[in-house]
């Protein structure tokens, strides 16, 4: 019997193992989708990332050893302690998310931000340009249509995600402290944008609300440590969220929207639960208010209302009878009501209905040209090794020792109380059939929707939802079937397939330059600040930021027609947010304007959104001498001004104005 309940846990580690030696030998992209449709990209990772990866194996070890010390004395922790293990397990989850993204982004900035602002979605990008959002929501299928040549994304999503973004910009215009700080923050790790630095506050604080992603992804133990224990037992909801949290999916799309939907579908299914024990209508009403809030944000998540009906169809059946259904017809208005109530005050509101929206988003999002028989075994194939090979295998071994399950339930229908044979761990039969009806729910949705051909390619990612169920019928059957031991190595594999498939795929480009902070070389500084000490001395002080140490004029002597460098050394005092043009004008006796030369810093490649506190820099600007000009009179006028506003910087030490005047007087004239 011993050998028999270790085989399935040596299978599965076994296929673990293969799994990650393909995965890192890479022979052929077969292996990763279907060429010439859709292929997973990757590569091994760079010997520069060897000393990133110690913090990621340190979060992962701890999550792993922690988190099985804490399952052999979960029974005997009072409340407290629980919820401050499931805290700490939700920080840790971000934490390795965080550590595994630095493995291949030195900067995480560039992970963090640019996935926001990057080209991919385009919701940050519409969302901040709204100020008024009713007649864009009352508009949102034409803005679709408008968008598809721009983003991918944007045009076959519902306006959730846009609505969300847009409140966090409101959330900053209503606290401008703490847009201002954020903004502050942010706009140094994309100093060289223009575009980007001088938008408002509240704008660039919003990417907040999608940076802000992998927390909401985290906080999904919460509610599923409440659903699974309910289902099983309390040990069981601890394994549960153990083994989601160490699913590979989560930090392979930590910045993708998809790892925030995990917490909306077990929401609506701990809510449904609840409604199914207690057959209080709002429970009903809240799970189908967490289905409508999903499709609001995405219409994959559509695929969350036939799962939760099964679900309760199945529940319903087993516990109560098959009469039972039509007669919790109450029930059933609830959760239709529940699932229609965002977009009924959407249509209330806008007039537009959710069918005028799906039809357009369907307008581009099925026509793919992609062939239906590959994806028939590649969507498996992503399902079971994206959520973990030991978590997939356990998933459908589950279903397969359960086959019979529906076949059961239908049989008894009409007698409620049955099953009551008990199993070598304890778990009477009608148990653990009831626990495995949302792995049932789920498979039957997710078979439907491979066989259907909906979904062909990139679905690693939009399977995260799933994921959650399929944690806790891989904790179910550790537990019927294998006990604590299996769970040790179950664990351990998924740790390791976190690592290896984080440094072999690359799934979550940012489609951004690639980022490094400016470094400030000391040497250079140096012989800046040398040259700038033997130059014409200005000192003048430009609003609260930048200093005009010292100029230099070059050539000495010059004559009409002839090029005039005029070099500036500045030395900045804070870093300011906003990039100042620089401008030298040649002026008369009168202040009449005879040449010019207004740029950006350095030849436009150092903005001063980009200076840093204490640097020193050397900005030089050529101007051209006109005929006739009566150099004796004439003078230089420099400063800074705001190009949007064309407002000058005030000079507040050193001399008085906005400008600082430099007689020619000096120059020779040949």
Not at 233 to 257: H, I, K, N, V, Y
Request: charged share 10%.
């Amino acid at each position: 019997m011993a050998r028999k309940l270790q085989s399935p846990v040596t299978l599965i580690a076994i296929l673990t193992l293969v799994y990650l030696a393909i995965l890192a030998v890479r022979p052929s992209d077969h292996w990763f989708g279907v060429p010439g449709q859709w292929t997973w990209p990757g590569r091994p990772p760079s010997p520069s990332t060897l000393p990133r990866w110690p913090p990621a194996i340190a979060v992962l070890s701890v999550i792993v050893t922690g988190g099985l010390l804490l399952d052999r004395a979960w029974l005997g922790l009072q409340r407290w302690q629980r919820i401050t293990a499931l805290v700490v397990l939700a920080f840790l989850i971000v934490a390795a998310q965080v550590a595994l993204a630095h493995i291949h982004y030195r900067s995480l900035i560039e992970f963090y931000l640019y996935r926001t602002i990057g080209p991919h979605n385009g919701f940050w990008q519409v969302a901040i340009g709204i100020d008024d959002i009713l007649p864009y929501l009352a508009t949102y299928p034409a803005q679709m249509r408008a968008l598809i040549d721009v983003f991918v994304h944007l045009p076959v999503h519902p306006p959730g995600n846009i609505l969300y973004i847009w409140l966090w910009r409101r959330f900053f215009e209503a606290w401008p402290q703490v847009g201002y700080a954020l903004a502050h923050w942010l706009r140094v790790h994309n100093c060289a944008d223009i575009g980007f630095v001088t938008l408002q506050d509240a704008q660039i604080a919003a990417t907040l609300g999608q940076m802000t992603i992998p927390l909401f992804s985290s906080l999904t133990v919460f509610p599923l440590y409440r659903w699974s224990a309910d289902l099983a037992d309390e040990r069981t909801g601890w394994r549960t969220c153990l083994l989601f949290g160490l699913t590979p999916a989560l930090s392979l799309f930590s910045m993708r929207w998809d790892s925030l939907y995990p917490l909306l579908w077990v929401m609506a299914f701990w809510l449904l639960h609840r409604g199914l024990i207690t057959g209080r209508l709002s429970w009903w009403f809240s799970a189908g208010l967490m289905v409508s809030v999903a499709s609001f944000m995405s219409f994959g998540n559509a695929t969350l209302a036939p799962a939760i009906a099964i679900y309760a169809f199945l529940h319903l059946v087993a516990t109560k009878g098959l009469r039972s259904v039509s007669r919790a017809w109450q029930n059933w208005l609830a959760l239709l009501l529940g699932g229609y109530a965002i977009w009924g005050g959407y249509h209330l509101i806008t007039g537009i209905t959710v069918w005028e929206v799906f039809v357009t988003s369907m307008e581009t999002h099925l026509d793919l040209g992609r062939t239906y028989w590959p994806w028939i075994i590649h969507n498996l194939v992503d399902l079971t090794t994206f959520s973990g090979v030991p978590l997939g295998a356990l998933f459908w071994m589950a279903l397969a020792g359960g086959s019979g399950a529906v076949v059961v339930i239908l049989k008894s229908s009409m007698t409620p109380t049955r099953f009551h044979a008990s199993t070598s761990s304890g778990t009477t039969r009608d148990q653990w059939l009831l626990m495995l009806l949302p792995a049932l729910a789920c498979a039957a949705v997710v078979l439907l929707l491979n066989f259907s051909g909906v979904v062909r390619g990139e679905v690693g990612r939009m399977w995260l939802p799933w994921m959650p169920i399929l944690a806790f019928t891989a904790a179910i059957a550790l537990e019927r079937y294998q006990g604590r031991r299996a769970l040790v190595l179950v664990a351990i594999l998924m740790a390791v397939q976190s690592l290896w498939m984080t440094l072999y795929l690359r799934v979550a480009h940012t489609g951004m330059p690639s980022y490094a902070p400016r470094t400030i070389n000391s040497a250079e500084l140096t012989r800046i600040r040398q040259r700038a000490d033997t130059a014409n001395l200005l000192q003048a002080t430009f609003g609260d930021h930048f200093v005009l140490i010292s100029y230099d004029l070059e050539p000495n002597s010059i004559q009409p027609t002839d090029a005039l460098d005029v070099t500036l050394f500045w030395h900045n005092l804070r870093r300011p947010d906003l990039p100042y043009t620089v401008f030298v004008h040649l002026v008369d006796r009168h202040g009449n304007l005879l040449a010019q030369h207004d740029g950006m810093p350095v030849d436009g490649a150092l903005p001063t959104s980009c200076w840093q506190p204490g640097e020193w820099i050397q900005d030089t600007h050529s101007l051209r001498i006109p005929a006739n000009v009566d150099l004796a009179s004439a003078s230089l006028s420099i400063g800074l001004y705001y190009w949007p506003t064309m407002e000058r910087l005030p000079i507040t030490r050193g001399a008085e104005g906005n400008a600082v005047e430099i007689p020619l007087s000096t120059l020779e004239r040949r």
